[in-house]
């Protein structure tokens, strides 16, 4: 019990009339408990009505009056009529761990004057969780306070749920077999809410002091009972003080013999006008608003014990039965621990829930053979195996092991080792030489196979057909059998936990086959070595496969079957992760006619002497499939083919990003044919990283694709580098395409191509080719790379038969073109359509006779041309070389300004013109240096009327240091038939060291423009 605090008035004692006391009922009772001695005075006026107080406070300690320290806060509705209060009380005290409970009461109080005595009674209900588990209870509290001394009792009694359990805990160590049962040892513990009384008397201590902060003491006492616990009986003293008005403190000191001793300590706050603190104290009627001291909490110590139990069977509710085997077991057993048969089928016939064959046991033969029974759990004990039952309310129990050694083992049955029925478990067995299959099951479903370790099955480790139902496979080796796991027929859904390891099978490591749209298998890890056969495969594969671990497939065998197989299913396929290393001969990854969804999220395949990904008639086929068009760059797959293709994919849809992909002396390096979707390999930043091509007819062959991209890629000593026919679209970005006896890159109906910081040298038909003929619009785009050729045109794009009409969008920026070739260029387009070309801040070096920088050729009648090139440098040093050369037979536009052309040799010409009628031509911001004789700046050639020439803030520079002669700006020939031609510009063309600035034959422009400061025309 602890009380509140607060003084007490030291009032003198009033004697009266007894019959004014029996007038009052129940009062008798509540005097009694008190001294009837006191100082007479006059009773402090206190005006009737309705009011309400307010206390807040906290207390520290553990023991009878709470289980953790609690912060109580309180409100006090009361009504007062003259010498009487009615009063309820309403509390609520969190502890510091943040549980709750609370109180609510209702009282009444009576104040005599004739006594100087108040007496009161209340009742209770209280509500407690400040444990954790929820106890309910009621009270009633007597109460007398007067000067000379205060009386107080309170009882308790619980209601509810009065023993709640906190936590069951299974001894380590504790479980045992006992007979044919299993035992173990369970410790409770739990909170057992008692009933009880406590009561307590007080009075003030003497001294002046004293008096003015109303200190008193109390001593008292306890006693609580409960069900099926000790009684707890027990002494309290306590002291309270008043600090200043409404702070109040006071310290208890409780022992009883189950806490011992327990000291608390509490501090609070009260406000409200019958706070005793606020009154003048001179008679006991100044405390009608004393706190009702009575414990917060509900009295329910924690208890413990322990419990001696059997393991129950959560599925029936009865106690397990288990049979125990032992191969060196004494004849007559009746299979309890110390009493094992010497058959496994003895053990089987005796109807227990679970079969415990004994560690370091062997059977051989026919006694090796087991025919499980419907519901039959067999297991193999030892150290290097573990065993877990549900066991009703305390969710999983460790079998203990009955015996010292390892798990018993199995051989040489002569046909299959183990029998599965329906809802049959089997589990810790080594299982070696089985004339058939070591496990087997056939229409079966609801069955458990753990921790088994297989080797030297004739047929399969695992074979199940005709699955229904659900299969749990956990923690199984397989090897040096015939098959690993087969799996045909039927809608089973299988989950493999743990890893699943396969090694030396002559047959596939793993086989799934005509499972049916509702069948599902999961798998973790897998992990094959020493094949012959196949690693992985699946036909008919209607269901689901989810292999979330790794798979990984070797080769040290050197099979020349596929690592993975994949045909004719179309199921929904999920791999987490697949290595795939030294393959030979067949395809490492196959996957042939699948018409559902296969997803690899990390690929790494190597292979030698032959094809390492090859794909036929995927529907939706996703390696590290991008997200919004964003790849997630860790994934880091990568396929090398050493003497083989990479990548080989037809009549499929894609979703393929991966790191690299490696091949050499292979046809085709990569092959995509007749495919949608996307692909692309990305590298890691550095040259090559992408991938490296060597040796083959075609590095790349793309025929029907989607989007097709390839960066960080080398692409060397080739036919052809990329051979691609009707791609939707081809980026290459950051690759070195380099001495391909054939062509960089070859396209034909590539309908957008972005070539950028790439490469390209040495490729001896040339560095690109772009061959067109379907009508379509085409957008090609060479963006800060190199290239260099001195054995064709660098670029050269070309309307073929059938392709006239088309649009062509050209564009360069940034990039350096390097030919050599006599008669060749940078860029050559040879077209017939709509031509739109944008040459801007590139460079083109001329190194060979008659060597051009820019030639676009344009036959079409009807579709313009519209070609700009600025900011751009020309440097010839082959002789007779055209920085750029337009020929059109179209109206067309031409921009040229702000480039740079340096003439190294003789005869060159600057910018050359062909151009038909209603052509607009604007020449601005040039420079033009011949350093050696006989350039020309700018040459029309053939221009028709009507047109608009602008040329303005030119600079020629010519050297005229031989005998040919420096032209500046000439129109060699003007058609008229049409119109004249307009001449315009503002701004002065200089031209120093020309035999002839400017010509124009007579009388064919109108208009004019500055050359030297003089208009000409």
């Known amino acids: 019990m602890l009380n509140s605090t607060g003084p007490s008035s030291s009032g003198r004692r009033n004697p009266n009339r007894l019959w004014r006391f029996c007038r009052r009922p129940f009062t008798g009772l509540l005097l009694t408990l008190a001294t009837v001695a006191g100082s007479s005075a006059v009773a402090q006026d206190i005006e009737p009505g309705r009011g309400i107080m307010g206390r807040i406070g906290h207390v520290e300690g553990q023991g009878i009056p709470q289980y953790r320290a609690i912060t109580p806060v309180e409100l ?236 129950i069977d959560p599925n029936n509710g009865t106690p397990y039965t288990f049979a125990h085997v032992s191969s060196s077991a004494a004849a007559g057993g009746t299979g309890t621990v110390n009493s094992p048969f010497q058959s496994i089928a003895a053990a089987q016939a005796a109807g227990s829930n679970i079969v415990i064959v004994q560690a370091g046991s062997t059977f051989n033969g026919a006694a090796a053979t087991i025919v499980a029974g419907n519901g039959q759990r067999i297991f193999g004990d030892g150290t290097d195996v573990a065993h877990f039952i549900p066991v009703l309310n305390r969710g999983t129990l460790l079998i203990p092991q009955a015996a010292a050694g390892l798990r018993p083992v199995l051989n040489g049955s002569p046909g299959d080792t183990i029998t599965l029925a329906n809802n049959s478990e089997i589990s810790g067995f080594t299982i070696t030489n089985s004339g058939g299959n070591a496990i087997s099951g056939n229409g079966v479903q609801n069955i458990m196979v753990n921790q088994m370790a297989i080797s030297g099955a004739a047929m399969s480790g695992l074979n199940f057909t005709n699955t229904s139902g659900s299969y749990l496979i956990d923690s199984t080796s397989i090897a040096n059998s015939g098959m690993g796991v087969s799996i045909n027929g039927g809608n089973g859904q299988f989950r493999f936990t743990g890893p699943l390891a396969i090694s030396n099978t002559t047959g596939p490591a793993v086989s799934m086959k005509n499972l049916a749209t509702d069948a599902v298998a999961t798998l973790g890890d897998i992990t094959v070595n020493n094949r012959q056969g196949r690693g992985l495969e699946l036909d008919a594969f209607a269901g689901t496969l989810n292999v979330n671990g790794l798979t990984t497939i070797t080769n040290e065998s050197n099979s020349v079957a596929s690592a993975i197989d994949i ?58 499939p991008t997200v919004a068009n964003v790849s997630d760059l860790t994934k880091n797959g990568s396929i090398t083919a050493v003497n083989g293709t990479g990548v080989d994919i037809q009549n499929s849809n894609l979703n393929v990003s991966l790191k690299a992909i490696n091949s050499s002396n292979a046809v085709n390096g990569i092959r995509l044919v007749n495919t949608t979707g996307t692909f692309a390999t990305y590298g890691d930043g550095t040259d090559g990283s992408g991938g490296t091509i060597t040796g083959a007819t075609n590095a790349i062959l793309l025929q029907n694709a989607g989007t097709v991209g390839f960066q960080w890629l080398a692409l060397n000593n080739n036919v052809n580098g990329i051979n691609a026919n009707n791609v939707a679209y081809l980026q290459v970005q950051s690759a070195l395409i380099q001495n391909n006896t054939g062509f960089g890159i070859d396209t034909r109906n590539v309908t957008a191509l972005v070539v950028a910081n790439t490469t390209m040298n040495g490729n001896t038909l040339g560095n ?204 060699s020939s003007i058609d008229t038939a049409g119109g004249v031609l307009t001449l315009s510009g503002t701004k002065n063309n200089v031209i120093s060291g020309a035999g002839t600035t400017f010509f124009s034959p007579f009388g064919t422009t109108a208009g004019g423009i500055l050359v030297n400061g003089v208009q000409v025309k």
């Open 76 to 311: 006090f509705p009361y009504i007062m009529l003259d010498e009487s209060l009615i009063f309820s009380d309403l509390r609520v005290f969190p502890t510091n761990q943040g549980e709750f409970g609370g109180n609510v009461g209702a009282g009444y109080r009576q104040y005599f004057e004739e006594f100087d005595r108040i007496v009161g009674i209340s009742g209770w209900y209280d509500a407690d969780a400040t444990r954790g588990p929820y106890f309910q209870q009621l009270g009633l509290s007597l109460e007398t306070y007067a000067g000379p001394l205060d009386a107080r009792i309170n009882m308790y009694l619980p209601v509810g749920k009065t023993t709640i359990t906190d936590s069951l805990t299974i001894l380590p160590a504790s479980t045992r077999f006992d007979g044919n049962s299993l035992i173990y040892d369970q410790a409770r513990s739990y909170f057992v809410a008692m009933k009880g009384v406590d009561f307590e008397v007080g009075a003030p201590l003497p001294s002046e002091f004293s008096a003015d902060h109303g200190i008193r003491a109390y001593v008292g006492g306890y006693h609580f009972q409960g069900s099926d616990v000790d009684n707890i009986t027990g002494a309290s003293t306590r002291l309270q003080a008043n600090i200043v008005a409404g702070l109040d403190a006071s310290v208890q000191v409780t022992y009883d013999d189950f806490y011992k001793t327990r000291a608390f300590a509490g501090i609070s706050w009260t406000f409200g006008v019958l706070h005793r603190s606020q009154l003048q104290q001179d008679n006991a009627r100044g405390r009608f608003g004393e706190h009702v001291t009575r414990n917060y909490t509900t009295v329910a110590p924690g208890r413990h014990s322990v419990e001696r139990l059997v393991a």
């Open 567 to 624: 045909r004719n299913s179309p199921g929904t396929l999920n791999f987490a992760g697949v290595t795939v290393t030294n393959t030979t001969g067949a395809p490492g990854v196959n996957l042939q006619n699948n018409a559902g969804t296969t997803t690899i999220q990390r690929l790494d395949i190597t292979s030698q002497n032959g094809t390492a990904l090859k794909a036929d008639g995927i529907t939706q086929l996703n390696i590290n």
């Open 768 to 971: 690109i080719r772009g061959q067109f003929d379907q009508v379509r619009s085409y957008a090609y785009s060479i963006n800060s790379s190199n290239l260099t050729s001195s054995t064709a045109n660098n670029v050269q794009l070309t309307t073929l038969a059938g392709g006239e009409g088309s649009i062509l969008n050209l564009s360069t920026s940034g990039s350096g073109f390097a030919s050599t070739l006599a008669g060749a260029a940078g860029i050559r387009t040879d077209w017939n359509g709509t031509l739109t070309a944008s040459i801007d801040q590139s460079a083109f070096t001329m190194g060979g006779a008659t060597t051009n920088g820019l030639v676009f050729n344009n036959v079409s009648t009807t579709a313009p041309s519209t070609v700009s090139i600025t900011n751009t440098t020309f440097l010839g040093t082959g002789g007779s070389n055209t920085a750029a050369l337009v020929n059109v037979a179209s109206a067309s536009t031409v921009v040229f300004g702000g480039n740079e052309v340096q003439f190294n040799s003789s005869g060159g010409t600057g910018l050359q013109l062909t151009l038909p009628a209603s052509s607009t031509v604007n020449i601005a911001s040039n420079t033009f240096v011949d350093t050696v004789d006989g350039a020309t700046g700018v040459l029309f050639s053939s221009i028709k009327g009507p047109g608009n020439v602008t040329i303005e803030d030119n600079t020629m520079t010519f050297a005229n240091t031989g005998v040919l002669l420096d032209r500046g700006i000439i129109f």
